[in-house]
């Protein structure tokens, strides 16, 4: 159903969102927010001119009602791309049903991942027959659970087996990867999960995919993208403020020791079983195998955070001579290996294929054995027992320009000529509630290309003066240093104690959520009222259901729950309501000085004669606190308490920034009023009101 013209896409859209439009009879909750009213007649203008439009709408303005109503009434294809996969099956599984039934639109709906989340029907069977069989008896039983649900499964998607954990080494093994692929030489080829979801993406008038895939087709993996992106009219970058991190991962290179033994692994399976005895096949695995080993060895032990900066010849710290000596070995006998398939790939598909898969490998060796290009980062990845090599531009600014918006639309975001066939070109809806503290929104439309781009920003319609206060305690621990990580666990303790659990804490780095915790735990012993749950000891949703559940005990003796997390957790976490009252960032989140892509955006800041802390340092930590920060406050009826164990937000002349990048919430400025704060909290709770 396509509205026609502009003005009667905005009545439309105005009308979906009155008091008593199609959503206020289709979702008794739903109240009209002017903001989420503002934001879908700007998303309706961008479509009907094709335009490009960035919106930053506050938590609480219903972002994702406010680009789909307009999108689905366009009549125009859709194609919408969230951060995590997650994200993407509720969006799929719950937010599209819902307004497609809602609006009455008779619309197909895809969902489009990554063929590393289909289940691979000749890989599982593989196994099954013994022929990649793992010796693990746990991951015996976990691809024992994955045939059982091979059996009765539609889509071949692993996330529908909940209890898998997407890090589990039986995954790899009933999954396909580009270099592994059998393609239409493949028994299974019909029935393969992965070419029944792009068919059904082809087919559908609404697609939801996720950021890594719509990157994906910019490098040499085989995404299906390509075939998406053309035909759409209509694309929405959702959580868009991840879009540039996850860019530069598929717009650089990556060579790994994994990547190099696997195919000499591959090499010796498949010349076994086409061309055996035509070549010493065994010595010529072996010595790619042992090449990438001496390799290994000369990056020396892992150093914390596994990341070695690379701006020279070589990776810092790593004897030169040595490492260069080993790379060249290591393209030797990769060269060595191919001399024989370049000969007799003809004989057989998969010869072919494992060729060219070599060439390719040893064409991004080459790459690291020259210097890096001067517009990129380079850095080594060491690991106890594995490497990566990886190089990455800065920004995908460019990328963007020249490789998506300009090869999707047939013209720059920048360029108004009016000679341009508008039929071929497409809007572009980039939305986040955090995405700059400046009414450009720079931080992200410079990273992004996007500086030509409509601005929009809509604030939370939360009365966070109300529903919010924010505490630094004082005096407190400097950040960093041993005691701090023990005073935070005391104060989270305390407060937790207070309210029941109810509480997340955040870290910065993985060594103070170990010692918070194991602080937590000490503190509280076995039979503790209060639960301590830590990241990386289950998946993150299942802790995430676990808090949820201690959130709304009716036991008589209720445990309440303590999540310490960190990465991930900062963002994607949804708990309204009682579940979530009291948030604990233990410092301030700027970026690790160390980390090789941050000290190279540093250094061109400082080559153009910009302050790498203030330009760079600050907004991106602004950005993470602010993200970190949005956690609390769900809902118009939440009520909660925001800690930040870091003085230099008082004491340091760059503490007002980042405070002001923070939702309005009220300063609670003592240790009484924080106190106080959460005995409303508790006081309220048990009264059974908000």
């Known amino acids: 159903m396509k509205v026609n013209g502009l003005t ?229 970058v959702d959580e868009a403020h991840q879009l540039n991190d ?63 900066p690379w701006q020279g010849i070589t990776p810092q710290g790593v004897d030169g001579a040595k490492w260069r000596a080993a790379l060249v070995r290591l393209g ?70 020249q490789r998506l918006l300009q090869r999707t639309l047939d013209n720059d975001v920048n360029n108004e000529s009016e000679d341009h066939n508008t039929s071929e070109r497409k809007a572009w809806i ?46 407190f621990a400097a950040a960093g240093s041993v005691q701090h990580s023990l005073q935070v666990a005391q104060l989270v303790l305390d407060a937790a104690q207070r309210i029941g659990g109810r509480t997340l804490v955040l870290t910065t780095t993985l060594k103070a959520l170990h010692a918070i915790s194991e602080s937590l735990r000490s503190a509280l012993g076995l039979f503790a009222d209060l639960d301590v749950l830590v990241q990386g000891e289950a998946p993150k949703l299942a802790l995430i259901q676990r808090f949820m559940a201690a959130g709304v005990s009716q036991s008589p003796q209720p445990r309440g729950a303590i999540l310490v997390a960190s990465a991930t957790f900062w963002e994607g976490v949804d708990l309204p309501g009682d579940l979530l009252q009291l948030v604990v960032i233990d410092k301030l989140p700027f970026p690790p000085p160390d980390d090789p892509l941050v000290e190279a955006r540093s250094r061109q800041l400082e080559r153009v004669g910009r302050t790498a802390f203030h330009d760079y340092m600050i907004p991106e930590a602004a950005l993470a606190l602010k993200q970190g920060a949005g956690r609390l406050i769900r809902s118009e009826s939440d009520r909660g308490v925001l800690v930040i164990c870091d003085s230099r937000l008082v004491s340091m002349g760059y503490g007002g920034q980042l405070m002001a990048a923070l939702p309005p919430m009220r300063v609670l400025g003592s240790l009484s009023e924080f106190e106080e704060a959460l005995e409303q909290l508790a006081a309220a709770r048990g009264q059974g009101k908000r």
């Open 332 to 401: 030797q006998s990769l060269r060595a290996l191919l001399k024989p398939l370049a000969v007799m790939e003809a004989m057989a598909t998969e010869l072919q294929r494992l060729y060219e898969r070599g060439v390719e490998l040893l064409a991004r060796l080459a790459r690291f054995a020259a210097p890096a290009d001067d517009d990129c980062v380079r850095w080594l990845e060491v690991g106890a027992q594995h490497l990566r090599m990886l190089e990455s531009p800065l920004s995908i600014a460019r990328i963007m320009q």
């Open 430 to 475: 980039f939305t986040s509630a955090t995405l700059g503290n400046d009414a450009r929104l720079s931080w992200f439309t410079d990273s992004c290309g996007l500086r030509g781009a409509k601005v929009l920003q809509v604030e939370s319609p939360f009365d966070y003066h109300h529903q919010a206060g924010v505490y630094v305690p004082q005096p």
């Open 246 to 308: 996850v860019g530069v991962q598929f717009a650089g290179e990556a060579l790994s020791s994994q990547q190099l033994v696997g195919y000499a692994r591959d090499a010796l399976r498949l010349t076994q079983e086409h061309a055996r005895g035509m070549a010493d096949w065994l010595v010529l695995c072996a010595t790619v195998e042992q090449a990438m080993r001496e390799l290994r060895l000369q990056a020396g032990k892992p150093t914390v955070g596994g990341r070695l």
């Open 8 to 236: 009667q896409l905005l009545d439309a859209v105005a009308q979906v969102f009155s008091a008593g439009g199609a959503l206020s009879l289709a979702e008794p909750a739903f109240l009209p927010r002017s903001g989420q009213t503002r934001m879908a007649l700007a998303v309706a203008q961008a479509i009907e001119e094709c335009d490009v439009l960035v919106v930053e709408a506050g938590t609480g303005v219903g972002k994702t009602y406010a680009y789909l109503v307009p999108a689905l009434l366009s009549g125009q294809r859709v194609l919408v791309s969230t951060a995590t996969k997650a994200l993407q099956d509720q969006l799929f599984a719950r937010d599209l049903p819902r307004l497609v039934h809602g609006l009455g639109l008779p619309l197909r709906m895809a969902r489009l991942k990554g063929r590393a989340s289909y289940l691979c029907i000749e890989r599982l069977e593989r196994v099954r027959q013994g022929r990649t069989a793992p010796q693990d008896p746990q991951v015996l039983r976990t691809v024992a659970d994955v045939e059982r649900w091979a059996r009765i499964t539609r889509t071949g998607d692993l996330a529908e087996m909940t209890a898998l954990d997407e890090r589990s080494p039986a995954v790899p093994l009933v999954t396909s990867t580009k270099d592994n692929c059998l393609g239409s030489d493949c028994p299974h080829w019909q029935a393969c999960h992965v070419n029944l979801a792009r068919q059904q993406a082809l087919e559908a008038d609404v697609v939801v995919v996720n950021h890594h895939l719509l990157f994906a087709d910019l490098d040499v993996r085989d995404s299906g993208m390509a075939n998406l992106l053309p035909n759409t009219g209509v694309v929405v």
